[in-house]
């Protein structure tokens, strides 16, 4: 049993307290490898961010759960080197379906676990949310829970149908569970292609598919049930267009690939929302990044070559997703 405050995490309490208030969100960043983190760390660490660490099923397939958790303590100290005296960064579990895992991450040192049982009946959602909660608190660890169903698919996340979060439900919810923040369905969507073509309109000069807004009546309703309460969004990258081209020039194949406007985002950002999930947009620029020297320089074969690159791109768009969307920039 590790606690999080022993490797100098936070949880995410005193943060979300200051984002609502503030009228800002905190970036909630996963990652899967190296280059990743050090890009969110550089960009944290630049702008003064608060940020999350987020650790997908995938993720942890992927890289394996307890390398992560010790990479996460690295950053700690990485985020010190690089002139943060006191680097604000969370650790948080992303998507955790279990009561077990969730356990497992608290155990080992994750300062913030979800447990997502929005996929369960409302009093089965409850009921291990609440066990989840009872435990995590003993341990000072905040837990994020859902309500609504996402469209969309992200790391073994699937859902085929969606339905927004019921105004009406939340506060029963959040009540009964103890749950320190609560991720809603108002129109985000997991992945890169966000939206069907039919569930767009298409802009007449580009061509480029546009898709249908947020529903902001939802989230203004469920503020208003819950005032100062911490909202999440997940599925929220932009899909930004510049990398889907880049992607697309140099062999890649992202046809009508879509993502949440940032003009959305950034409002979104000004309400209760006070931690937005993204995901897929740093995949775009890693890939961009990486199709960009293979199709430019072919005899390339030292990995620091084009994964170098790759870290750059996602640096600028951390750096761009915290000072122009979330408005996080200074606030740790
Ligand atoms: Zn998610």
Redesign the pocket.
Known sequence: MVSFKEIGLVNTREMFKKAVAGGYAIPAFNFNNMEQLQAIIMAAAETKSPVILQV?KGARNYANQTLLRYMAEGAVEYAKELGWEKPQIVLHL??GDSFELCKSCVDMGFSSV?I?ASSLPYEDNIALTKKVVDYAHQHDVTVEA?LGV?AGV??E?AAEESHYTRPEEVIDFATRTGCDSL?ISIGTS?GAYKFKPEQCTRDPKTGRLVPPPLAFDVLHEIEKKLPGFPIVL??SSSVPQNYVDIINANGGKLPDAVGIPEEQLREASKSAVCKI?I?SDSRLAMTAAVRKVFAEKPGEFDPRKYLGPARDEMKKLYMDKIVNVLGSNGKA
Do not use: F, I
Request: no cysteine.
């Open positions: 997908s992303d998507h979800m997502d859902e996402l992200e790391d996340v991720a997991h997940h599925g999930n995901d």
